[in-house]
């Protein structure tokens, strides 16, 4: 039986603990205060995410290292905007082999702190031709969640971290904004979710930052997220209280300098943005490009054994063309005991699929379908007796409508489900687009400005740059924020005057407003 979800109409928070719950696989709370535990499912579309990015990081030179999970807290108490960024999140280990540490350790919030030491300590940098470095490390972190929400903020969350060095402060700032070019590519390409990337203003920049860039997603309700963030972190983080450098090199006129610092990240957060940009009120819907399973067989098993059995046998072959075309590229593996799933070496970006069967006995084809679309699966194939009879099969997609249906030939399923792959990732993000399109709002009155945030859209304005509008805002329109400065937007706001205090723009460009997860 098909779980019941709230419509999304009615109340969006409750339709997406709804849809991430319906799925089995997806996740399940566990014992620690804010924390969940990520079932099959979101492991595999983490995988893919990570194998994603691994592949192009490293096509950009960066190497992967592992570094500790705790810090000592000397470590944060030399670092104030450090402290002051993170203290109220991080947690705090006193005790440890049966007796009270003589130094706490902060269990990572992030490892800026460590990274910094690691450079100092491992002496790699001596020179501007040991420049850049780029490093990065996969690992879990935890901020302690007041208020946490599965995939969106919990209070350990898993992510990557980039940490680069540079000997100069242009090559910095083109390879952090590389690094978020990346990242924008993965969420539109893999993800099918388009962004705005722009500069944060600097009340929400990292603590101690020169430079904040983010990309923002607008999901189904119109609230902002958050997807990803890259640092200009400068050569401050490098260097003592007292002004002396904990890193350095000679530069090309011999002389020791100070390297330029970056830092980016993209998190399990992004999964949550999937779940909310294309869910619907049946289930999370995974874009067919990002997705663990691509397509399920689904066997038609109401005969006697013999039947049954043929069908099978017919399913495994068709289920095999599927898996060893060379049109869908995807790389193949296998999991469930319930299951079958076949496999091929081919491989897309270090993103991998699979094709399964579902071949249990005793399981009505109405449960099973339901189980595929609460899991997001882009493609179903139907195949029972009188397909077979036929040389037929089923074919449906998980966001077309029921009347979309195809039966084709079984020697063309291979190249109809590759299309609609395809065809499906596409619609997803032009979905997106004009979503965000239509609910991006110029506006240069307040008034303007308060309805459209009450409506669930974004706004460009012309801002005068005070902390005193940045409050106005979030209090008056229950927590709208300014969320970047957009790369692409014009640079004619200086014609304009802040829709809340009538000053003239402090800006060339006009912010962007909404609220946000």
Avoid at 43 to 69: F, Q, R, S
Wanted: hydrophobic content about 35%; aromatic content about 8%; overall charge negative.
């Amino acid at each position: 039986m098909p779980t019941k979800i709230t419509p999304r109409a009615q109340d969006f928070p409750q339709w997406y603990q709804d849809v991430i719950s319906a799925s089995p696989d997806l996740y399940d709370e566990s014992p620690v205060t804010g924390a969940i535990t990520f079932g099959p499912l979101a492991t595999k579309l983490w995988g893919n995410i990570k194998g994603y990015l691994d592949h192009h990081l490293k096509a950009m030179g960066v190497e992967n290292i592992m570094l500790p999970m705790l810090i000592p807290e000397s470590f944060f108490t030399r670092e104030k905007e450090h402290v002051e960024g993170f203290a109220p999140e991080v947690a705090v280990v006193t005790h440890a082999g049966g007796a009270k540490l003589p130094e706490p350790y902060y269990v990572r919030p992030t490892s800026e702190l460590l990274f910094v030491d690691w450079y100092g300590r491992n002496g790699k940098i001596q020179s501007h031709r040991d420049l850049p470095l780029l490093v990065n490390q996969w690992c879990s972190v935890m901020r302690w969640e007041k208020r946490p929400r599965a995939f969106l903020r919990t209070s350990e969350f898993h992510w990557q971290e980039g940490h680069c060095l540079f000997a100069d402060e242009a090559s910095c700032r083109k390879h952090t904004l590389a690094f978020l070019d990346l990242y924008a590519t993965l969420c539109e390409e893999l993800l099918a979710i388009p962004v705005v990337k722009g500069e944060k203003p600097e009340h929400e920049r990292f603590p101690g930052a020169m430079a904040t860039y983010t990309i923002e997603g607008m999901m189904q309700d119109g609230k902002a997220l958050q997807m990803g963030t890259s640092h200009m972190l400068s050569q401050h983080f490098l260097m003592d209280s007292d002004g002396s450098p904990r890193v350095s090199f000679l530069n090309e006129e011999g002389k020791q300098t100070v390297p330029f610092y970056d830092s980016w990240g993209v998190s399990t957060r992004l999964l949550g943005a999937v779940f909310m940009s294309h869910g619907d009120d049946d289930g999370i819907v995974l874009p067919p490009f990002l997705a663990p399973v691509s397509t399920a067989v689904l066997p038609i098993l109401a005969g006697d054994a013999k039947e049954n059995e043929k069908i099978r046998s017919e399913a495994r072959k068709l289920a095999g063309l599927i898996a060893d075309s060379k049109e869908i590229p995807f790389a193949l593996h296998g999991r469930e005991k319930s299951f079958e799933e076949l496999a091929c070496t081919s491989c897309h970006d270090g993103v991998s699929s699979s094709v399964r069967i579902d071949q249990r006995e005793g399981v009505r084809l109405g449960d099973k379908t339901f189980q595929q679309i609460h899991d997001g699966t882009p493609v179903r194939i139907e195949l029972g007796k009188k397909e077979l009879e036929e040389g037929m099969c089923m074919v449906k997609s998980r966001i077309r409508s029921r009347d979309d249906a195809k039966k084709v030939p079984l020697k063309d399923a291979a190249k109809e489900v590759a299309n609609m792959l395809e065809e499906d990732q596409k619609t997803l993000f032009e979905r997106a687009q004009q979503r965000m399109e239509k609910n991006t709002l110029h506006a240069s009155s307040y008034d303007e400005v308060k309805d459209a945030l009450a409506t669930g859209k974004w706004v460009e304005m012309a801002w005068d740059g005070s902390q005193k509008t940045v409050e106005q805002l979030k209090a008056e329109t229950s927590g709208g924020t300014i969320r970047c400065f957009a790369f692409d937007a014009k640079e004619d706001a200086k014609k304009e005057n802040d829709p809340l205090s009538g000053k003239p723009s402090a800006f060339t460009k006009r912010v962007i407003v909404g609220k946000a997860y």
